[in-house]
């Protein structure tokens, strides 16, 4: 069975930082990119950022270029984002997703197993 877990969200001030944690389980790991999504409060969802299977190549959505950075161990079926510099519009629920293709990209559409998504809450 196919599991995503994330973990680390949180309330902060803006200005602050937090870790985003998505554990993976029930699929060869490392033949997939892993995507992070979030969804605001009366927003659709949009994708924040992506990660390839086994290169690193990623991608940003320009909201968060030069803020957010993700990275992945595939020896422990782990992709984190570490946010910094984060602002009130970035508060939302945070899932994470996996796309089989492998290759990094922010269309949710493409990716078929979602986490539940750890809340980020970040006052002004």
């Known amino acids: 069975e196919v599991q995503l877990v994330e973990s680390g969200g949180g309330k902060v001030q803006a200005g602050g930082s937090l870790r985003l944690s998505c554990a993976a389980s029930?699929?060869?790991?490392?033949?997939?990119?892993i995507g992070w999504f979030r969804q605001g409060p009366g927003k659709e969802r949009e994708g924040v950022s992506s990660?390839?299977?086994?290169?690193?190549?990623?991608l940003y959505a320009d909201s968060v270029k030069g803020r957010f950075t993700i990275s992945k161990d595939n020896a422990k079926n782990m992709v984190y984002l570490q946010m910094n510099s984060l602002k009130p519009e970035d508060t939302g629920v945070y899932l994470c997703?996996?796309?089989?293709?492998?290759?990094?990209?922010?269309?949710?559409?493409?990716?078929?197993?979602w986490g539940q998504g750890t809340q980020v809450t970040v006052s002004s």
């Open positions: 997703a996996a796309d089989r293709y492998g290759i990094p990209t922010l269309e949710g559409r493409l990716h078929e197993s």
């Open positions: 029930g699929f060869t790991f490392d033949t997939y990119a």
């Open positions: 990660i390839s299977n086994r290169d690193g190549r990623t």
